[in-house]
């Protein structure tokens, strides 16, 4: 078993699949809150007060009237019951506050966590990276509606059913904040609609002293699997048997992952260095620089996990894509936008401050014991 130390290099978002709703939000003057409805259910006469003006809460040309005649009356300071406050935005054709998409960070009972799963889905993308790319790319293109069946079998028999980590322990609140990305355009100085979401921040960009890591553990399930290959009840032949291999051996695994992640900072650093904006190529370059650096240091690895994290540290490819595999790929999807003359030359980056921009997703990984 591997005892797992991770510290966030970027801002990290696991979605839970829920948005702050409009009335969770108060726009004041040029400022915009999103309200921390636990604190406020603290002042006896908030949810009173609430449920008689609900039907003008519910309006959104009343709301932030409603919400204000509560706080006057209740004399609630919104500093003190705010979660994050930003800059409004404004839509500049209609002249009013735009309408904005907050998603929040995954929690179980009010305290964020990185799930196992993630950072297994995570990890299990970089290893078939690493050794079956080539098969995938070969499958997608002939077989494309069963591709993972085609090399591993069915979820039953994947070498990855033996591989277990653990969910990690909470996060430190005080890490937690809600910020913008956007999506910048690397072949154009354009422009896009600002997005916000709940993040977990790195340290470097913060003036808290505090610690801010959290623990979890990672086990593959050696004699389990050992058993398995014997019946023969899962497939274990070719590369996936190097998948197993790595993860038996701590410092094989570690090593595997460290070239893994060179390969996808290399791969980033490319396409950065073809942008337009070049205040923004500088500021992320700089990023991976340093992000190479901390994937150099003795038992440590860099992983890209959870959501807007980019193509490429979601699926098994690791290089641009070819025509017929974007065809391929859009028939599996149909839905799936984008122009595949232009694929993929976007990135998506956090305002971690006034001055800096940083890219989503990345982690660093130490391996404790």
Same mark, same amino acid.
């Given at each position: 078993m591997m005892r797992l130390k991770i510290e966030p290099?970027?801002?990290?978002?696991?979605?839970s699949g829920e948005k702050v709703t409009k009335f969770e939000m108060l726009i004041r003057g040029d400022r915009t809150?999103?309200?921390?409805?636990?604190?406020?259910?603290? /002042?006896?006469?908030?949810?009173?007060?609430?449920?008689?003006?609900?039907?003008r809460i519910l309006n959104p040309s009343e709301k932030d009237k409603a919400l204000e005649d509560i706080f006057r009356k209740l004399n609630i300071n919104i500093d003190t019951v705010k979660k994050h406050d930003f800059k409004t935005i404004i839509d500049k054709k209609t002249g009013k506050p735009r309408t904005l998409q907050i998603h929040t960070f995954i929690s179980s009972a009010g305290r964020k966590y990185i799930p196992g799963s993630s950072l297994k889905g995570a990890?299990?993308?970089?290893?078939?990276?690493?050794?079956?790319?080539?098969?995938?790319?070969?499958?997608?293109?002939?077989?494309?509606?069963?591709?993972?069946?085609?090399?591993?079998?069915?979820?039953?028999?994947?070498?990855?059913?033996?591989?277990?980590?653990?969910d990690s322990t909470y996060i430190n609140s005080k890490f937690i904040a809600f910020k913008m990305y956007r999506i910048l355009n690397i072949l154009k100085q354009k422009g896009s609609i600002p997005q916000f979401l709940e993040i977990w921040l790195p340290k470097k960009v913060t003036n808290i002293p505090e610690e801010n890591y959290v623990e979890c553990t990672l086990e593959f399930k050696t004699s389990w699997y050992r058993k398995n290959q014997s019946a023969g009840t899962i497939r274990a032949e070719g590369k996936i048997t190097h998948i197993a291999s790595t993860l038996e051996d701590k410092q094989k695994f570690i090593a595997i992952m460290k070239e893994?992640?060179?390969?996808?900072?290399?791969?980033?650093?490319?396409?950065?260095?073809?942008?337009?904006?070049?205040?923004?190529?500088?500021?992320?370059?700089?990023? /991976?620089?340093?992000?190479?650096?901390?994937?150099?240091?003795?038992?440590?690895?860099?992983?890209?996990?959870?959501?807007?994290?980019?193509?490429?540290?979601?699926?098994?490819?690791?290089?641009?894509?070819?025509?017929?595999?974007i065809e391929t790929l859009r028939k599996i999807n149909r839905h799936w936008k984008f122009n595949p003359a232009m694929f993929p030359v976007t990135v998506r980056v956090v305002d971690v401050n006034a001055s800096t921009i940083m890219p989503l997703g990345w982690l660093k990984v130490t391996v404790t014991n």
């Open positions: 290099m970027s801002p990290i978002f696991i979605g809150y999103i309200l921390d409805f636990d604190k406020l259910m603290n /002042y006896d006469k908030f949810v009173e007060e609430f449920v008689n003006r609900v039907d990890i299990r993308t970089a290893l078939i990276k690493q050794y079956l790319s080539d098969e995938f790319a070969k499958h997608l293109e002939s077989r494309y509606r069963n591709v993972e069946n085609e090399i591993f079998g069915d979820a039953k028999k994947s070498v990855f059913k033996f591989l277990q980590i653990s893994i992640a060179k390969n996808s900072i290399e791969r980033e650093k490319t396409r950065i260095s073809q942008m337009i904006d070049k205040n923004a190529q500088q500021q992320l370059m700089r990023f /991976y620089d340093e992000l190479s650096k901390e994937n150099q240091k003795d038992n440590v690895f860099v992983l890209r996990v959870g959501g807007h994290s980019g193509f490429y540290s979601k699926t098994a490819f690791t290089k641009p894509l070819t025509q017929a595999q």
